[in-house]
């Protein structure tokens, strides 16, 4: 079946350090590929899309994430947190074509000043 | 600004009733979609429409039910048949057309609790 795998829960780093959020995907083919923001009571917010191309995608608020095929992995990246970077995060992969997104459980930062 | 506006934010429902989630979208998207959040399990997928008058069951259909009357517009009924309704319900939407390689947006969500 296919599954996407979000192996933090919880992840604690301190302002200023660097961040790397891991998702490993469980899919045949090369599926589409989404991590999403969500501040506590509200919706989810996009950081950045894979569809093909340059594996190494840019998003917002300065996070990046690199698709590697070989790994099945697609795992997100910040060079420097700040506080507000604080949320849970969520990886979302979409098996080409279907449009319906299966996500995994998420992985909550907590950012210490 | 375009949007996804769910309301209410906070619901409670009573043992045995009914209750009816808003979802509107102005964004001009064909597809829209509802999921359930419950903490440490992510997302699930409760019903989604690709086009207005028809809808699919997603994972977690069981208890819900859902009409698409309307382009802009995606309700969600929670029915008593749902044993566990507690959760926080996301509506979400996305153009629907081959090749277009756009993500889902999403609205701020609705709380719903049981009394």
């Known amino acids: 079946a296919q599954s996407v795998t979000q192996p933090d829960i919880h992840i604690t780093v301190s302002e200023g350090a660097s961040l790397e959020l891991r998702c490993n995907y469980s899919y045949g083919a090369t599926p589409y590929l989404f991590w999403y923001v969500q501040s506590p009571g509200q919706g989810l917010q996009l950081l950045l899309k894979?569809?093909?191309?340059?594996?190494l995608v840019q998003g917002i608020k300065g996070f990046e994430a690199e698709f590697k095929r070989s790994q099945s992995s697609f795992n997100l990246r910040k060079p420097s947190v700040h506080w507000s970077d604080a949320a849970e995060y969520f990886c979302a992969v979409e098996p080409s074509g279907t449009y319906k997104y299966i996500f995994g459980t998420g992985t909550r930062l907590k950012v210490l000043a | 600004d375009g949007g996804i506006t769910q309301s209410p934010k906070y619901l409670f429902r009573k043992e045995g009733q009914n209750v009816t989630l808003s979802c509107e979208q102005n964004?001009?998207?064909?597809?829209m979609y509802w999921y359930r959040q419950d903490p440490g399990q992510g997302l699930r997928l409760i019903y989604y429409?690709?086009?207005?008058?028809?809808?699919q069951k997603g994972d977690i259909a069981e208890g819900y039910s859902v009409s698409r009357e309307k382009k802009e517009s995606f309700p969600l009924t929670v029915t008593s048949a749902q044993k566990n309704p507690t959760a926080f319900y996301l509506c979400a939407s996305s153009i629907y057309r081959t090749g277009s390689n756009q993500p889902q947006h999403f609205g701020d969500g609705t709380r719903l609790s049981i009394l």
């Open positions: 429409s690709q086009i207005v008058n028809d809808f």
């Open positions: 964004l001009n998207h064909d597809a």
């Open positions: 894979y569809f093909s191309g340059d594996t």
